[in-house]
């Protein structure tokens, strides 16, 4: 055998090796991108489910958290965001620069405008069941993408 032929096959073999990887890769990434987005749906539906029992019990300030919690840590979890970047001003900075509809940056900013008034100054307007569903909505909407 030639030093050619030689050179050929072990080119073959470490392109097939190289190929072997780059595929596996492909498959591992994908599946840790849908394991972060049905995680970030269980966490939200959990805390909605916490919202829900403390509209029950008549507790605003937590039921308040519960929906910042339930669609800003959706967000966060659904599109691998830093913690460090998870202040309400920032999510919507990504929102806007990743092309999603204005009817969702519009109902995100109002659901947390609402939240930091209630958990901050101590003023529950409007209904709470109203707010259940505005971040029920939300959360589907960002499903449905």
Not at 112 to 141: P, S, T
Request: glycine share 4%; charged share 25%; aromatic share 12%.
């Amino acid at each position: 055998m030639s030093s050619w032929h030689l050179a050929a096959m072990l080119a073959v073999i470490f392109s097939t090796f190289i190929a072997l990887f780059i595929k596996k890769r492909k498959i591992q990434s994908s599946k840790e991108g849908q394991a972060l987005q049905t995680k970030a749906s269980f966490i939200a539906m959990k805390n909605l489910e916490k919202a829900n029992t403390f509209m029950m019990e008549e507790n605003h300030k937590a039921f308040y958290e519960e929906i910042s919690q339930a669609t800003t840590g959706y967000i966060l979890k659904k599109y691998n965001i830093a913690n460090s970047d998870s202040s309400i001003s920032n999510v919507i900075k990504f929102l806007e620069n990743n092309m999603l509809t204005n009817d969702v940056i519009v109902k995100y900013k109002e659901i947390q405008k609402k939240c930091e008034v209630a958990r901050f100054a101590g003023m529950y307007d409007g209904n709470m069941g109203e707010m259940y569903h505005d971040a029920l909505w939300l959360i589907n909407r960002f499903e449905d993408k």
